[in-house]
Nanobody, 127 residues
């Protein structure tokens, strides 16, 4: 059974930092990623990486502030978020695409390109 479980969300002041974690188990994945969804908005791509970590991509609004990574020791996916802004406020979801074929990630991806999702973790950034 594939299972993705996020943790690490919370309330933080603007300029602060959070690290989101996602425990991924039960499958073989070609890509891992993070999406977010703010109230009244569609789910938005944030970042993605190939399983081996040789390909990573971030949307422009988070480049230089967010870092996506995976720990080989326990298959935990991370999103380190620095210099947080109020506009980063959203529910953050980790996601995984099954398979072994890796594509070059050079643009935002669609939610329906991923098969498995975590339950989401709330990130709230206050002014």
């Amino acid at each position: 059974q594939v299972q993705l479980v996020e943790s690490g969300g919370g309330l933080v002041q603007a300029g602060g930092s959070l690290r989101l974690s996602c425990s991924a188990s039960g499958g073989t994945f070609s890509h891992l990623g993070w999406f977010r969804q703010a109230p009244g908005k569609e789910r938005e791509f944030v970042a993605a990486m190939s399983w081996r970590g040789d390909r990573k991509y971030y949307i422009d609004s988070v480049k230089g502030r967010f870092t996506i990574s995976r720990d080989n020791r326990d298959n935990t996916l991370y999103l380190r978020m620095n210099s947080l802004k109020p506009e980063d406020t959203a529910v953050y979801y980790c996601t995984a695409r099954p398979g072994r074929t890796v594509v070059d990630i050079s643009e935002p991806r669609r939610p329906n390109e991923f098969e498995y999702w975590g339950q989401g973790t709330q990130v709230t950034v206050s002014s």
